[in-house]
Structure formats: C-alpha cells, structure tokens
T-cell receptor
Framework: AQTVTQSQPEMSVQEAETVTLSCTYD???????LFWYKQPPSRQMILVIR??????QNATENRFSVNFQKAAKSFSLKISDSQLGDAAMYFC??????????FGTGTRLKVLA | EPEVTQTPSHQVTQMGQEVILRCVPI?????FYWYRQILGQKVEFLVS????????KSEIFDDQFSVERPDGSNFTLKIRSTKLEDSAMYFC?????????????FGPGTRLLVL
C-alpha cells in the first residue's frame, strides 16, 4: 500500500532564511504525482507545487522548489527567503492517477520575525 | 480566483444524530471528493463522485455515509448516525478532470465534534 511520511511535526525558520520540509513515500508504481499543499490557519489547503514522477527536473514555483529523489522515494520542499505569510501547515500528498490523494500528517511551519 | 467553499465551518452534534456537511465546488469542476482528518492524524480519502455516482470510496466510507449532488452547485456529505469517532475535520475538494495527477482544490473544512 502506498504511504506518505512527514517526519517533522513542526519546523521553525527565521524570516528571510531557507527551510526544507521533508517527505518520503512508499509505492510500487512507476508513474505517479506528488504535491505540496499549504494550509494557513482556518483557511483552505492551497497547492504550492506539483511534481510528475516521470519528470527528472525538479519543480519550482518562485521561492518554492522541490528536491525529488525518485530512487530514494523522497520529495522535500525548500522554501527560500521565508516570509511571515509562509507560516502554515504543509502537507505532502501522493496520487498514482486514481481519484484519491494519500497525505502525510503535515508539518507546521513557524516563521520567526 | 474561484474557491471551494464549505458550510458550516464548525458543527457540534450529539452521538446518533444525523449531520449534513455542505460544499460548493468550483463551478466548472466535474469531480468531487471528501476527505477527513482526525485530530493529529493524516488526511484520509473518503469518497470521490462524478456524474452523480460514486467513483471510488475508502473502507472508512461505510453505510453510515452518503454523498449527493442535490442541485447544480452543492455537494453534500451525510452521516446518518454519528459516532464519537466521526469527530474530525472534513474537507471537500473538486477537480476539473479525473486522475492523472489532476490537481484537487480543497475547501477550508468543516470541523465536526460529536459529543
């Protein structure tokens, strides 16, 4: 069965610094998709970044980038130049193309001024 | 930017009561989903819905649960006889297309507390 693990329940970063959130997953599929979602307090989850497993190039969205290591089944999120608005719960998610996403337990990111 | 909305944001109910959680998906989306997150645990898939039918459901989604699209805009999750263990945050999501890693857009959630 596919699983997603986020081993860091909480992380802190100084404003303007860089932080990396880790995510590992387990699957026997060769074709799948990985996502990072951000959930600010009392707000909906919004997509931060998306990675197709068949693409070797790591996805990047402005200050957000991933380090996708397919062989190691690792999908970490790097946030550069952290801002106060980045404070949120971050969820890693996986899908192999069926309807459902499989989520990790989330990492709460605190940004310190 | 279009958003998925959910009502109510919080609901408190007595064990054994029926609850209906409501969602308004993004208007041009065709696929709808419910997930739940018990406090401190993972977000778990419950059900997906397309063309007025359940497309896929998890083992959590037993006979106590049902989904419906009663009109052109709402998508509801009904729990017939709530149990203490149904206390959780319930998220609705929608996507324009099916599968293939299609991005799902999530609502803010309904926090359900069963007493």
């Amino acid at each position: 069965a596919q699983t997603v693990t986020q081993s860091q329940p909480e992380m802190s970063v100084q404003e303007a610094e860089t932080v990396t959130l880790s995510c590992t997953y387990d699957t026997s599929e060769s074709d799948y998709y990985l996502f990072w979602y951000k959930q600010p307090p009392s707000r909906q989850m919004i997509l931060v970044i998306r990675q197709e497993a068949y693409k070797q190039q790591n996805a990047t969205e402005n200050r957000f980038s991933v380090n996708f290591q397919k062989a190691a089944k690792s999908f970490s999120l790097k946030i550069s130049d952290s801002q106060l608005g980045d404070a949120a719960m971050y969820f890693c998610a996986y899908t192999s193309g069926t309807y459902k996403y499989i989520f990790g337990t989330g990492t709460r990111l605190k940004v310190l001024a | 930017e279009p958003e998925v909305t959910q009502t109510p944001s919080h609901q408190v109910t007595q064990m054994g009561q029926e609850v209906i959680l409501r969602c308004v998906p993004i208007s041009n989306h065709l696929y709808f989903y419910w997930y739940r997150q018990i406090l401190g645990q993972k977000v778990e898939f419950l059900v997906s819905f397309y063309n007025n039918e359940i497309s896929e459901k998890s083992e959590i989604f037993d006979d106590q649960f049902s989904v419906e699209r009663p009109d052109g805009s709402n998508f509801t999750l009904k729990i017939r006889s709530t149990k203490l263990e149904d206390s959780a945050m319930y998220f609705c999501a929608s996507s324009e297309l099916r599968g293939g890693g299609e991005t799902q857009y999530f609502g803010p959630g309904t926090r359900l507390l069963v007493l």
